[in-house]
C-alpha cells in the first residue's frame, strides 16, 4: 500500500522518515543515511492524540567535541606535570587541540525545533527534527496532520447520524 504522505528528515546523525498511511503511522529510521532501515516503527492511528506539540532547545546539540576538549585538556595538564623536560612542548599541541574543539562546539550552538506528534495518554508518539524546514513547510505538515486525524474521526463520528428506526 502506498502512503498517503512521506516525511524525510535529519535527527542529528540519523535519517527518518515518517510514512502516513489510511490507519497508521509508520516510523523509519536509518542510523547513518547509509539506505539500510535500522528500526520501523507502527503507530496506529486510533492511539494517536490529535494534538501536536512545538518545542524548541538551545545548545550544543553535538556534546564529542566538548568531551574531546576535556580529553585534551587533561592530556595537557598530565603532559606538563608528568613529561620530562624536553617533552613538555607536546603540552602545547594539546591546549591548542582543546582550543580547536571549543572553537568547534561553539559553532555548533543552535536553536532546534521540534514537532511531536503525542499519544492519547500525552507521551510522545514521535518527534519530528524541523530545523531546517521553514514556516510555510511546517504549516503545511500541521494542517495535514490535522486533516489526517479529522478523516478519521469524521468516519466514526454519531453526531451527524441519521437517527436509527425501529
Known sequence: ????REVSFKNHKWQCRLEFF???VEYVWDKWGLGVEKTRTVIMRDALSPHLSEGNAVGAYMSSPLIRAGVFL???VFSFGLLPAPWHYIGYFFVLSALLSLGFAA?????TYWLSILKKDGGIAVGVHVTKWSQAERDEFKD????????????TDN????PARV
Do not use: Y
Open 107 to 111: 559553532s555548533r550552538i543552535g536553536t
Open 159 to 162: 453526531e451527524r447520524a441519521a
Open 1 to 4: 500500500m502506498k502512503p498517503l
Open 144 to 155: 495535514f496532520f490535522r486533516k489526517w486525524v479529522e478523516a478519521h474521526t469524521a468516519g
Open 74 to 76: 587533561t592530556l595537557s
Open 22 to 24: 489510511p490507519d497508521r
